[in-house]
Nanobody, 121 residues
Framework: QVHLVESGGGLVRPGGSLRLSCEIS????????IGWVRQAPGGGREGVAC????????YYPPSVKGRFTTSTDNAKNTVYVDLNSLEPEDTAVYFC??????????????WGQGTQVTDTS
């Protein structure tokens, strides 16, 4: 079983930045990708980034491409997503998730508990 713990959420002003972290433990050998998925109040899940652990390939939807960047520190078993130029529409709970492929960017086998990001506008 893969265990994921997110951190780094908080309040941010419009145009500001945050770095979210996802610490991975447990059956890490079964994890090939880490995805980031957000869910706004009353909304559905939206995938915002995915990274392949083996080679660092990344995938983003058009809504965040150029503003969000995901990366890994394999020595720390940690994946990051840098959220830049934040907008009110970015307010959501952000989850990291694990699976063996990025797929549609929002469906994964294992999930963390989520961390809240709130634009203060």
């Amino acid at each position: 079983q893969v265990h994921l713990v997110e951190s780094g959420g908080g309040l941010v002003r419009p145009g500001g930045s945050l770095r979210l972290s996802c610490e991975i433990s447990g059956a890490t050998s079964d994890t090939r990708v880490i995805g980031w998925v957000r869910q706004a109040p009353g909304g559905g899940r939206e995938g915002v980034a995915c990274i392949q652990i083996s080679d660092g390939s990344t995938y983003y939807p058009p809504s965040v491409k150029g503003r969000f960047t995901t990366s890994t520190d394999n020595a720390k078993n940690t994946v990051y997503v840098d959220l830049n130029s934040l907008e009110p529409e970015d307010t959501a709970v952000y989850f990291c998730a694990a699976d063996d492929s990025c797929g549609n960017l929002y469906e994964y086998a294992h999930w963390g508990q989520g961390t809240q990001v709130t634009d203060t506008s």
